[in-house]
């Protein structure tokens, strides 16, 4: 039976997290007047960015401007981005053996086609974009009854969006998220490698 495999885009798929990092950092100054300090960002990585925008008492109308403007800033950046060979081939793979493969993600679905057309990736089944806290209303729409469904994901956010759409949850260690943080989320799998997931896909 085809299974259904549903990518993060940043830190999963792509490694963005410089370029979010850089963007974020002078849009945070700009807007609070200081930068995200080295222990702001481990902090982030341990507990989820967000419980750490929380604790920090910025308001939420902030964050959906800084979200915004780090999108509108990325356009030019993402593109020329390389994917890791080894999730290349994985995709790849996962195509081949005829399972259905897509992207659900929070950046743009304009960053995201860019990034795939670069990449000679152009083969997916869908690329859906949510809003930053959105995605487990979209999971949830993109389920088919009678298929696994598996989300793949390198923050604690994702885990909880799957976790909420009631579908398989497998956490990645090399994005965002750290690992001690994504195995507190209770991910259905954590795997360490892009090649781990060929084992799911049997």
Known sequence: MKKIFCFDFDGTIADTLPLIIGVADVLFKKMEGRELSGDFLRKIRKEGIEEVFREAKIPSY????????IKKKMNKGVASIAVDKEMERVLK?????????????????ENVIDFLNHNDLDFFDFVKTSGVLGKGREIKKLKQQGRDFFYIGDEVRDIKAGKKANVKTVAVPWGLSSRKALQKARPDMLIERPGDLLDFSL
């Open 62 to 69: 902030k964050l959906f401007f800084l979200y915004l403007k």
């Open 93 to 109: 793979e996962l195509k081949n053996k005829g399972h259905v493969v897509g992207i659900l993600t929070s950046n743009s679905n």
